[in-house]
């Protein structure tokens, strides 16, 4: 079981930046890749972003692609989200996961544990 801590989510203006942290512990040598997801207030939890924890494949949500940026941190385990140009769109919980294919983690319902997440909020 992979444990995950979300942090980083604050109150931001519209227009504004912000970087979220992701940190995944226990089995996450059973798992190839993390990935960001968020849930918007009212709405199903959605696919962001996504990188390999030892090589560089990476994989967008179209939503996101070019505004927002996934990297690992310089923790080992650890993901990093830098979110540009915030709109109050992006106002929702942030979340972090991790599993053995990319293509898994464009599933949310895929997943079953998922960590407290970090709330977000873009005001206009």
């Known amino acids: 079981q992979v444990h995950l801590q979300e942090s980083g989510g604050r109150l931001v203006q519209a227009g504004g930046s912000l970087k979220l942290s992701c940190s995944a512990s226990g089995s996450v040598a059973n798992t190839e890749y993390g990935g960001w997801f968020r849930q918007p207030p009212g709405k199903d939890r959605e696919f962001l972003a996504a990188?390999?924890?030892?090589?560089?494949?990476?994989d967008y949500a179209a939503s996101v692609k070019g505004r927002f940026t996934i990297s690992r941190g310089n923790v080992t385990n650890t993901l990093i989200l830098e979110m540009n140009n915030l709109t109050p769109e992006d106002t929702a919980i942030y979340f972090c996961?991790?599993?053995?294919?990319?293509?898994?983690?464009?599933?949310?319902?895929?997943?079953?544990?998922w960590g407290p997440g970090t709330k977000v909020t873009v005001s206009s």
């Open positions: 990188i390999g924890w030892d090589n560089e494949n990476v």
């Open positions: 996961n991790a599993a053995r294919h990319i293509s898994t983690l464009r599933q949310p319902t895929a997943f079953g544990i």
